[in-house]
């Protein structure tokens, strides 16, 4: 019978029965049995053999996954904000007398421009007002002054000797001080003439009046800054109320400057929390000695509230979350295998683990997404 002589020869070839068994077929489809059910017989078989091949294949899959051995590292758990830098120290210089203008001239002789850095004793700008300066009469009340001291000097000497009475020393005392008060009162209205900056900064705004207009008083004429040191006004969640306290730090970022970074410290922080935003003010304070913020800068700002230089921290971005529990996976003999982690501090970016991972366990950090427990995998870099 076929079926027979297929099973004896069959012992031919142990190791692929199923490529055998085709083969047999078509080497007796001479016979005249076999034409009737050779075609039938031979799909058969040869759809049997596909099937088995595939699940081979399907088998011996391996997913490629990047890896990341644990090990201790320090993590920061802070706060998030953001807010709009602003220079410690700024004024605007308006004006407080009339007269015809005249830009004074940096250090190097050139009037002055925007982004000039001045002192104290710079003028920014003249006004040139004839008038003014004859009323005030600034050389008379110098003379005026010298003359009274001379005088009050003079009857306090003889006052000592007896030559004069207690009320004419009085009165040359008088006159000595009211001539005082006169030069020091005409000094400060010319001083009006002149516009200078209460301290040390960079001139950021410098309108444009034409040499020798005549400016009215309270004009707006210069904007100067100091943001050696800025400030920023922010706003925290308000569970964090007992969290945030004055003198913790802040670490400070621009978003156009990312390799740069500011550190500061809250200087303030309000009691009340806002009824409508849910949350409190806080104020920073950060040194900016090289110039590199800016004022108007929009500033992300992280506040410290936690850390640890010694524990295992994994990227935040490859946990999953399953029935309301952590999970990760680590390669452990060739397959992924799923762990229940327990959290602590934690950041945007990073989490510490607690519990749940061990030193040098093999972390899954890239292709966890197909995973499932015990899936084989291939570790590439």
């Not at 999953?320 to 950041?347: C, H, M, P, S, Y």
């Amino acid at each position: 019978m076929l079926f027979q002589r297929i099973h004896l020869n069959d012992r031919y070839d142990d190791k692929r029965p199923y490529e055998t068994l085709v083969m047999k077929v078509c080497e007796l489809g001479k016979e005249p049995i076999v034409k009737r059910i050779y075609p039938a017989l031979f799909f058969a078989l040869v759809l049997i053999s596909c099937n088995r091949q595939e699940s081979n294949i399907e088998t011996s899959i391996e997913v490629p996954v990047s890896i990341e051995e644990i090990k201790y590292q320090s993590i920061e758990e802070f706060v998030e904000t953001t807010g709009t830098a602003r220079a410690l120290k700024e004024v605007e210089l308006s004006v407080q007398s009339e007269g015809f203008y005249r830009l004074g001239t940096h250090k190097s002789g050139r009037p002055f421009k925007l982004g000039d850095m001045i002192d104290t004793s710079d003028v920014i700008v003249y006004l040139d007002n004839a008038e003014v300066v004859n009323q005030i009469k600034i050389e008379s009340q110098k003379l005026n002054l010298d003359i009274s001291k001379s005088e009050f000097e003079k009857q306090k000497a003889l006052y000592d000797k007896g030559g004069v009475t207690l009320r004419e020393l009085k009165n040359a005392e008088q006159a000595f001080i009211d001539a005082r008060y006169n030069y020091d009162n005409a000094k400060l209205q010319l001083a009006k003439l002149k516009v200078k900056a209460p301290f040390s900064g960079v001139i950021v705004d410098l309108p444009y009046f034409t040499e020798n207009t005549r400016v009215a008083a309270n004009s707006l004429i210069a904007k100067v800054m100091n943001y050696q040191k800025i400030y920023i006004e922010v706003s925290f969640p308000a569970k964090y109320l007992g969290a945030i306290q004055v003198g913790q730090s802040m670490r400070a970022l621009n978003y156009t400057m990312p390799e740069d970074t500011l550190w500061g410290k809250i200087t303030q922080v309000s009691p009340a929390i806002d009824s409508e935003t849910r949350s409190f003010k806080s104020s920073v304070e950060l040194d900016n000695m090289q110039w590199k913020f800016r004022p108007g800068m929009f500033i992300k700002g992280e506040t410290i509230v936690a850390r640890k230089d010694s524990a295992i921290v994994i990227p935040k971005d490859i946990i999953r979350q399953v029935e309301g529990t952590k999970r990760v996976f680590v390669v452990d003999r060739g397959a992924a295998q799923e762990r229940r982690i327990e959290t602590g501090l934690q950041n945007p970016a990073r989490v510490e683990v607690v519990r749940g991972l061990s030193l040098s366990d093999r972390l899954v950090i890239k292709g966890y997404e197909t995973l499932a427990n015990q899936t084989r995998v291939k570790i590439v870099r």
